[in-house]
């Protein structure tokens, strides 16, 4: 049991992370990771995010949809109302403990409704079939690794400042470079666990 | 098939009702105060987001009056009306000065017919390429250039180029944004307060006989106007004079007495001092006269000899009845020195 949720965690960190392996979340993933500080900061408001869709997921998906026979066309519905609500939450959250990081993330915070990853979460839930441990863990090591890669990206980012880039590549072409150079090294990852 | 539909609308009504219910319960928890006067104060605030006070437009302003960080009449742009808004709201008397408003002027007079030209420039017209062949046409390092890179970047239309091959300013249009004094490559823009009338029209730092040389109209630091100002508000600093603004009193005499005309003001909106029937002789206005210009014996109405009469508006201030009013035609008497109710 205990080794299965760490597989799990593993997977859905390294292996299958959901930036580098799925390619899921790639706006916020370009657009908050150019400082470290609000990287750390986004990726812990999409961590809340998503561990709580994945509760909800689990309770709307086993309790709502399928004892009504409804998860056949109410599913990405249900999902994106639970998603907006929860959204909503973050956003007062965070206003409320740091204004300074409100006024940071701008537009990417309300646009975590949008981040794909959060509803691949929620969909992806039902389709695997994890039972109600695994959908916490599976939530939680998602948004694990979309911290890990925005806080990697931040991390080069910055240094990448004070790097003699060639004039073409200045601005945002450097940055889809390094992110198919950190998608190839996650590659390396592949076979890590038994899925 | 209807089953259906009516399960739909209810699970999904009841998820929306209940999320909702939970967004309330968390607004009301987790509500951030705002200070309600932030939104009055930005409400005051002209909108134009210009980022002439220093700070990240209206909203940054607001913040910052609020939090006592500006004062109430730091919106240049505003003016007195806006700072009397935000003065109201704050619950703050005292305005400020309400001649804190800037406004730009040019200083440089040296324009197609008054300074020479060492060189035919016909390359690209903008001020910032001529000013990089050579410090530009002109023979005067210094002097404007006169392609109009101001009044391009003006926003508000404040600038035109005038014949002279000069930017004119229109004082009423400019907001005193600075968007000018950063784009001009010579720095011949500056902001000044308003109030401020008398101005020198150079910044050429050369030496005297070099200055006349390449300009009929530059500063050539004879001193003359520091020896004639009453109130030592003008000095030659590194060959050229400058006024000290918070000094300089608009009186104007260092503009008669300029000998090449660098120093300028408008003679039209020069004021005289005129005293009503409320003076009581006290002679304290004929003492501080630096030009002398009033006279009378004690106890009795003083009078003004309105042609030595500067403008400086002294007596004015040390008047202890209030007696004198500095006016600046013969129409504008009747409106500021009446004392009906005064009399009553």
Redesign the interface.
Known sequence: MLKDLAFLVVGTVLVNNFVFARFLGQCPFLGVSSKLETSIGMGMATTFVLTMTAVAAYFIQYYILEPFGLSAFLQIVSFILVIASLVQLVEMIVLKISPTMYNAFGIYLPLITTNCIVLAVALLIPQKGYNFIESIVFGLSAGLGFTLALILMAGIREDLEFADVPEALRGPAIVFLTAGLLAMIFLGFTGLVPL | MAN?II??IL??GG??LA??A??VL??KK???ETDPRVDSVLEALPGANCGACGYPGCGGLARAIVDGKAPVNACLVGGEAVAKKVAKIMGVSDVGAAGDRKVARVLCQGGKEEAKFKAEYTGVKSCRAASMVNSGPKACPFACIGFGDCEKVCPVGAITMGEKGLPVIDEEKCTGCGLCVKECPKMVISLSPEKNEVHVRCRATMKGKDTRDACKVGCIACKQCEKVCPFDAIHVVNNVAVIDYEKCRNCMKCVEKCPTKAITSAFAKRKKAVINDTCIGCTICAKNCPVNAISGEVKKKHEVNAELCIGCSICAEKCPKGAIAMVRSEGDIKTSSCNACAEV
Request: proline share 0%; no cysteine; glycine share 18%.
């Open positions: 259906t399960t739909s699970s999904m998820l929306g999320m909702g939970g967004l968390a607004s987790f509500a951030v």
